[in-house]
């Protein structure tokens, strides 16, 4: 963007970099820019976003939180089994498991 002619410039310069270098790269940036006789309004280029969440992308969320909650139960629950000795009760945790995790997970994308 470029300021309203007649504008005062700001120059901003590296520490140890001395003002005639400074001016001398300035000068040879501006003269590299095209030369524009109107105004130019660089508002329109601005675009204000927000990062508010809406109700549904808050219990999307929550919901999804919860599905890994319940995952994390039943891996606790066949990993108990498992050292418990009780290897059958492991074996039938897990497609419970995957199917309770699957439809929880189906019904938070509908």
Known sequence: MRA???????????????????????DA???????????IDGGA?????????????R???????FEFGCLGVFVALCASAGIAGVEGLAIATVPIGVIATAALGSARTA
């Open 59 to 65: 219990f999307l969320r929550r919901l999804k939180w």
């Open 4 to 26: 309203p002619s007649g504008a005062t410039p700001s120059v901003y310069r590296i520490e140890d970099a001395s003002e005639a270098a400074a001016t001398a790269f300035a």
């Open 29 to 39: 940036v501006n003269a590299l820019l095209p030369e524009r006789t109107e105004e």
């Open 45 to 57: 280029l601005v675009v204000l976003r927000t990062f508010a969440k809406t109700g549904r992308q």
